[in-house]
């Protein structure tokens, strides 16, 4: 079997290409995953589900968007066995291809007025497709840029896919705040909001063609020259790395529920509990996210300098804190004390998020490292995120936003009790 060559240091691509390869898919995808975040919060409800009450609605649609956290673990799974055994660049491309693929046919996927019942079974099909190909995007991603870049800059090159999340999500709400203030309530939930699903399609064909110009990571093509490379990756790394696994989706739980408390369950209640119209409490998002952007490259440059679990772990405690000022700022109505919540949220998510991109890789050697740290990103998905924001609806309805609150402290304490426990391996390793 032909192997591919080690690339020599002349003929590598550049790492301002390399970051922006890393950068824009993880922008795509996550653009792709959060419209439908949106969508499940303002619309998802009544055109799938509008036989239910309004309150029964909004969960109904929540649960749809939790669905897609599910599938995503089983994304890592698949597309990390391929990355592990034939590289991580046509794994990378597949990947877009299946989530930008589900994405547009939410689009066009009719509602229940028109198919009945099987309009939201499809959709959850589909929202089942998105979390497929979500699953496979993060890890390689990550894996391009720290596979390539040079020690002691590890930390700020693995920075470049966890900074798509927060333009993915900004390009994302202005695309819903534009269509929320040039169209009328009746149009956006007629056909206004499939507008960013379809429209999704062509900026896959962007990231597909700077996907496709790379060559192969150093470190895959060299263990796969000296025939390091497992046939079965996942049999490998249950076996000899669980504990790892289990850690890091520990670690990855408060970054996630930091944001979709902030962006889908605070959009919900802010619209519905608060009366805060639409276009205004987007105009708030945007102004909050600006908070993650900036925190990415600062956490990630503090990383490379103090170590990233000392980064990680400030981070999280923080976060342990903020939980306690949920109900008093977001229940107080004020708009100004909202924002700084929502912008504070966005703010710790990034400094949580940030080092995670040469944290999580830094703990599988590399035979198993597309697998390892895609599992534990995704599992990471499910425990911070997945059912957080339906799990938040119930709590405020059950108990009020205190509650909301506990549970994100609680998630913040778990994160960095799993981080102290945390070690990563040596970086060349291959098994």
């Not at 975040?37 to 239910?52: D, E, K, N, T, Y």
């Not at 799974?77 to 590289?87: Q, V």
């Not at 990471?380 to 609150?405: D, K, R, T, Y």
């Amino acid at each position: 079997m032909h192997s591919p060559s080690i690339p020599s240091s002349a003929n590598l691509p550049s790492m301002s290409r390399i970051a922006f390869a890393s950068f824009i898919g993880t922008a795509i995808e996550f653009y792709d995953f959060y419209i439908y975040a949106m969508a499940a919060a303002l619309v998802i409800g009544q055109v799938f589900f509008p036989a239910s009450a309004p309150a029964i609605q909004s969960l109904n649609a929540l649960l749809t968007f939790g669905l897609a956290f599910i599938a995503r673990p089983l994304g890592a799974l698949l597309f990390g066995h391929f990355g592990d055994r034939i590289g991580r660049k046509s794994t990378l491309a597949a990947s877009l291809l299946v989530m930008g693929a589900s994405t547009f046919l939410i689009g066009l996927l009719p509602g229940y007025d028109t198919l009945g019942v099987w309009a939201p079974v499809l959709l959850c099909l589909l929202r089942f497709g998105q979390g497929l190909g979500l699953g496979g995007e993060w890890a390689g991603a990550a894996l391009l840029a720290t596979e390539y870049a040079p020690e002691g800059k590890r930390g700020w090159y693995g920075m470049f896919p966890q900074l798509g999340p927060s333009i993915g999500f900004l390009l994302a709400t202005l695309t819903f705040l534009g269509l929320s203030l040039g169209l009328t309530d009746d149009q956006f939930v007629a056909w206004g909001w499939r507008v960013p699903f379809i429209i999704s399609a062509a900026l896959v064909m962007v990231g597909l063609y700077v996907r496709f110009k790379l060559a192969e990571t150093p470190a895959f093509a060299q263990a796969k020259s000296e025939q390091h490379i497992h046939r079965w990756p996942l049999k490998a790394l249950i076996l000899q790395h669980g504990k790892a696994i289990v850690l890091g989706a520990l670690a990855m739980g408060v970054c996630y529920h930091l944001f979709y408390t902030a962006t889908v369950f605070c959009l919900s209640y802010g619209t519905q509990a608060l009366n805060i119209s639409r276009p205004v409490f987007l105009c708030m998002l945007c102004i909050a996210v600006i908070g993650m952007a900036v925190a990415t490259p600062l956490a990630a440059w503090w990383a490379d300098r103090v170590g990233r679990r000392l980064v990680l772990m400030s981070g999280q405690l923080l976060a342990l804190i903020l939980g306690f000022a949920l109900a008093p700022m977001l229940g107080s109505g004020n708009l100004l004390l909202i924002v700084l919540f929502l912008f504070s949220a966005l703010f710790l998510m990034g400094v949580t998020f940030a080092p995670m991109g040469a944290f999580l890789p830094e703990q599988f050697p590399v035979a198993v490292r597309y697998s390892g740290a895609g599992l534990a990103y995704q599992l990471g998905g499910i425990l911070g995120a997945s059912f957080a924001p339906a799990v938040a609806q119930f709590l405020v309805q059950q108990g009020g936003l205190p509650w909301v609150g506990f549970y994100m402290s609680s998630m913040a304490a778990i994160s960095a009790l799993a981080v102290w426990q945390m070690k990563p391996v040596p970086f060349t390793r291959h098994d």
